[in-house]
């Protein structure tokens, strides 16, 4: 009886060759090995976007951001500029953030990361202007 085979034996008689797939033995030239079939398992890398209605504002004025495709969770924070967002905390499967303006004019920039190994980041910079 044939156990397991560990490597590879060759017999080149009538161009037959047997060989081991994993745990069976495999005639080749004859077919395919009997081995279990694996799933194929394919991912699809989506583009991470992050969009707002706008792209200026008013000083304390309220912009919702969104973020499309990436892999959930993700985690908004603001990367320049000051305001506050909500949840910038920790990673979330929330797909929107409402930032607040802060009572200066300037630039701010809003990141999202999603949960990819290595994660993607998207940045959208929002003019905050005065009243």
Known sequence: MIKKLSFFILFSILGVFIASCGNQVCVMGFGSCNAPEKP????????????APKTSILTQEPLTF???????????????GGGTLSNSVSFTTQTTS?????????????????????AKTQGLAVVVGSR
């Not at 194929?40 to 969009?51: E, G, S």
Request: aromatic residues 6%.
């Open 40 to 51: 194929i398992t394919t991912q699809t890398n989506t583009i991470l976007t992050l969009t």
């Open 66 to 80: 969104t973020v499309t495709g990436g892999t959930s969770p993700f985690k908004f924070e603001i990367a320049s």
């Open 98 to 118: 409402i930032y607040t303006a802060p009572i200066t004019p300037g630039t701010i920039t809003i990141n999202v990361t999603d949960s990819t190994v290595p």
